[in-house]
């Protein structure tokens, strides 16, 4: 047995040993901090945005996109000092069900434009992007050329909740893109949802792709989003399918007479193309420039955008009160006990929301005080 005093002499004590080096690599670790993209300044996001630079540009995108609250502060007043250089730009919505080919299409008629000198930007919103995480219009493979293009800017749909949100960081996001110098914007959708209809509301131009054959409602496509196109566009006109496409054409004329006509004194137009081919797509920008120069005349363009722009004012003070409201703590709380009150009968429902209202905007009132 080992004595207490000999415990020095036994082989089980520990010896002190010599200092053991970090675990970590102090010199990597400095290198990788000087890597960390160094914070910017206000003005260096406006002047890099203006000057057409696309990496400050997506950082100021992700700001936008970011839910952090200072994030949030500097994106807004990046917007703000944006948003004299923007307006300038033909705003385009492409919707269509998925697989019908938007992305083949885009980049088809993209680098049409790209090649003539314009310079494109391609934002998506996709509100299921993040249960699909991204993949459904952020997937890397698509527009494989445009995305190397370097008068051609793409952006996958933020990867937020409501559509709401999702649609203002779009609306925002094409503010800056403006003012980075891009004249065209295409604003793609999957079209099966209600989606389209956000995008119909901030754009000049909504197209509609459609897929020969396949009945509407295997299309996922309502009358109402038909009733919004200005141009419905049957994609893959190509070889078994050409028939088809032409016929599918004469029913959606047909089919388009029997609507109202529209504000714009535009009368939408139906036509065919292959993406795949570029085949006819310099015809859809024609028809496109046509609208263009139609509603420019007539002074419908105009008076759209003041519309739109109106109509963001109203959703935004919407969309900021309904936020406020089921985040403050109290109604959090109150909401479980009234919907168990409106389920017992205890009370109804217009006087629990009465109720809780006025819960709301005394708590407001004292918060102001
Ligand atoms: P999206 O999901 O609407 O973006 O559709 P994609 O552009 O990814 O196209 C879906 C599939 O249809 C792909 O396999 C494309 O190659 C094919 N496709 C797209 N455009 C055409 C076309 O004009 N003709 C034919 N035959 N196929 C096409």
Not at 15 to 37: C, F, H, L, M, W
Request: glycine content about 6%; some cysteine; overall charge positive.
């Amino acid at each position: 047995m080992v004595k207490k005093n000999d415990i020095n002499k036994s082989a089980l004590k520990v010896n002190k040993g010599i200092d053991q080096p970090s675990q970590i690599n102090e010199n990597a670790v400095k290198k990788i901090t000087n890597r960390v993209k160094p914070q910017l300044k206000i003005d260096d996001y406006i002047n890099g945005i203006l000057d057409g630079n696309r990496t400050i540009l997506s950082r100021a995108i992700t700001l936008i996109e970011s839910s952090l609250f200072e994030h949030q502060k500097l994106a807004q007043q990046i917007i703000e000092k944006c948003l004299p250089y923007s307006g300038k730009s033909l705003r385009i919505g492409i919707t269509g069900v998925p697989g019908v080919g938007k992305s083949t299409f885009i980049e088809a008629l993209g680098k049409h434009l790209t090649s003539s000198g314009h310079k494109l930007a391609v934002l998506a919103i996709d509100p299921s992007s993040e249960r699909t995480k991204g993949s459904v219009l952020g997937d890397k493979t698509r527009m494989e050329e445009l995305s190397v293009d370097k008068n051609a800017f793409i952006r996958p749909s933020p990867s937020a909740g409501s559509l709401g949100g999702v649609a203002r960081k779009t609306k925002e996001t094409i503010i800056l893109c403006e003012a980075a110098g891009f004249d065209i914007i295409f604003i793609e959708t999957v079209g099966v949802g209600q989606s389209e209809i956000t995008v119909h509301s901030m754009v000049d131009f909504f197209l509609l792709l459609m897929l020969a054959g396949a009945g509407d409602e295997l299309q996922g496509i309502k009358r109402g989003i038909m009733e919004m196109a200005d141009a419905i566009v049957i994609n893959k006109a190509d070889n078994d399918n050409l028939l088809k496409a032409k016929l599918a054409k004469r029913e959606y004329e047909n089919a388009l007479h029997l609507y109202p006509p529209t504000e714009s004194g535009w009368t939408p137009v139906v036509d065919t193309c292959s993406a795949i081919n570029n085949d006819r797509i310099v015809n859809v920008w024609e028809i496109i420039t046509k609208y263009i120069a139609l509603t420019k005349n007539n002074g419908y363009f105009d008076k759209n955008r003041r519309d739109q722009s109106v109509k963001i004012m109203y959703e935004t003070i919407n969309e900021s009160l309904k936020n406020s409201f089921y985040s403050e703590k109290n109604i959090k709380k109150l909401l479980d006990e009234f919907e168990n009150d409106i389920l017992n009968n205890k009370i109804s429902s217009y006087v629990a929301a009465q109720k809780l209202l006025e819960i709301y905007f005394n708590k407001k009132k004292i918060d102001y005080k």
